[in-house]
């Protein structure tokens, strides 16, 4: 079996509604055990009074009001011979001959259960989620207009799959010889909207080639899907950066990264990753990896190499507040889009502070336009909320915009390119490292620190400010004017 390689994860946010359902339901009841072996009987053959009372050992008093009980209910007649014998009624009680009677009920019930605006699958009563950290996905507006209608169609239709699925109250699943099916659907009530979040993960095979996407099982038609995902990939394409990575190479002083780079495909060779990797595994001070630095795996290789730093100064007891850590994001379109960023996030704050020592000091560079660039600094607003108590708008243009770092001063660096090769992967592939060498980390750590002090021109600095403070500035513009 082949091998694949995951190099990227994105979230992406489907619509979905959830509704208040109440329906009437029709399920099959098993008879009392006198009334049904009577008309089991009955079934195979019209009989006398005194033939079922001689079947059963009933006494005299005892077939009477068993008959007469059946008779009232309209299940026992007597035919033209004077037999006892089923009526319509009682005669849709059988599937087949010999088979048990079963009586249809109708009741009443009420479900709270979500559906996706695409496919109208049911996803149960969904956890709440918000709309950021992931790249939303748009349905037809006559999807959202009409959900209630479309909905109520999706559940009748669907009804046993969401039954099989213990989606439904227990009471229509507590005899597994059951079989309810929907009679009606009284109301389909819309009582709130969040999205469904799609984790897609983007593979290459052993040889550096995309691999086709997979399908998503909690969707009735995931081609669809495909299909939207498809079409918002193609809106946020780049051309390609190779000339702009190479330069940034360069000035990083990095001569092992481009060599994982075929140059006639511009895709990733994996075999040079391995060997890379057997490399550094002797220097102890760098080591490459693929993918997001926020994605788990890449997160924990981080966490293995910080822990000395830190663990040393928690055990010298040193409190340096004035000591930075800087994470600078790249204006890749794909940086962010996903959960894991919070993860990532949460730590990188909280891991500043022990319960009495200052670690560093943490500060998030989010790149934006200028300082009066409102759509970017209210995207990361929403994106990244409430994480924000540290971050800074940085002016875009750092390494040209391919580049994240992220760096503790005199102590580790990490570097990561976000390489946009359209003609091979749907999405930008981020190859990094970190790296502990002092000269290396001191190289990396000045051109981060030159282009945040540096500035585009006459009170233009690239660090805009807090990303809290312009947004402050601007809703007070906004009341002067």
Known sequence: MDRTFKYHAVDFLLPAQRFNIHFSYVSQRGLPFVREFVLRLVHLSPMTKSQISVFFGFSRREIDEAVADLVTREELMLNETGRLALTEKSIGYFSDLGEAPKLALLQDSWARLCFDLATLSCHGNLRSDKWKSGISLPVATESIAKSESLVEKAFQHQFHEILNKNLLSKSLTQDEKDNPTVYTVNTVNKIGQMPLRLTVNFNVDEQGRSVEREDFEILNDSDYVQQLITIELDRLARPNNMIEIAKAMMQINDDFTIKLIESKTHSINLNFLEDLHKIEENSAKRITFIGPLYS?????????????????????????????????????????????????????????????????????????????????????????????????????????????????????????????????????????????????????????????????????PNDCGPIKKLLHNQKEKLLIS
């Not at 910080?306 to 007891?317: D, E, F, H, V, Y």
């Open 296 to 460: 788990e795996e890449n997160w924990a290789l981080l966490q293995k190499h910080l822990a000395p730093a830190l663990n040393s100064r928690i055990k010298n007891g040193i409190n340096d507040d004035q000591r930075s850590f800087i994470w600078l994001a790249s204006s890749d379109p794909y940086w962010s889009k996903s959960n894991r960023l919070h993860v990532a996030l949460s730590d990188f704050y909280n891991k500043a502070k022990t319960k009495d020592k200052t670690l560093y000091s943490p500060t998030l560079y989010l790149p934006i336009e200028n300082s009066e660039d409102q759509r970017a600094i209210k995207q990361w607003k929403n994106e990244l909320d409430p994480d924000l108590e540290n971050a800074h708008g940085i002016r875009e243009g750092f390494l040209g915009g391919n580049v994240e770092v992220l760096a503790l001063e005199r102590e580790l660096a990490v570097v990561v390119y976000h390489m946009s090769f359209p003609e091979s992967y749907p999405v930008t592939m981020p190859v990094g490292f970190i790296c502990t060498d002092s000269k290396a980390v001191n190289l990396i750590e000045t051109l981060v620190r030159k282009y945040i002090q540096g500035s585009a021109g006459h009170e233009k």
